[in-house]
Structures are given as C-alpha cells and as structure tokens.
C-alpha cells in the first residue's frame, strides 16, 4: 500500500508527465484493440460465401466496344 500511495503521490506532483503517460497508454490500448478487431473480423470470420469460392458469381455485361460492364443483383 504504500507504494501505490507513493506513485499517486509523485504523479500528483508532476501532472505533464502523467497526462502524457496516460495519453500514451490510451492510444496503445486503443490501437491494440482496433488491429485485433480487425484481424479478428476479416482473417478468423470471412466473408460469408467467401469460404465457398463455387457458389460466387459475377454478374457483367459487354459494351459493343468490348469494355466489361458490372451491373447489379437486381438488374
């Protein structure tokens, strides 16, 4: 107890230093979280359909200059 009390202490008496520690610790925390999130939703849950590469299709079309042309699902 009474080195927590002693490190409240000494970062009362310099609070420059504990912003910047606390800033610091809150943009690592939070770009720690955002990667993980990230690797979490796009390499452990793909897509669904994804997983299946038969089942996908491409819905396009030809120009009559030969360009290819994407159209929507419902066109």
Known sequence: MQDIR????QLCGNPGFTLVAVLTL?????????????????????IPGAANAKEL????????????LTVSYPA
């Not at 299709?57 to 290819?68: I, K, M, R």
């Open 6 to 9: 002693y490190a409240i202490r």
């Open 57 to 68: 299709v491409c819905f396009e079309t030809v120009a009559q200059n030969g360009d290819h």
């Open 26 to 46: 809150a943009i690592g925390i939070a770009a720690n979280t955002t990667v993980f999130n990230w690797i979490d939703n796009v390499l452990a849950h793909p």
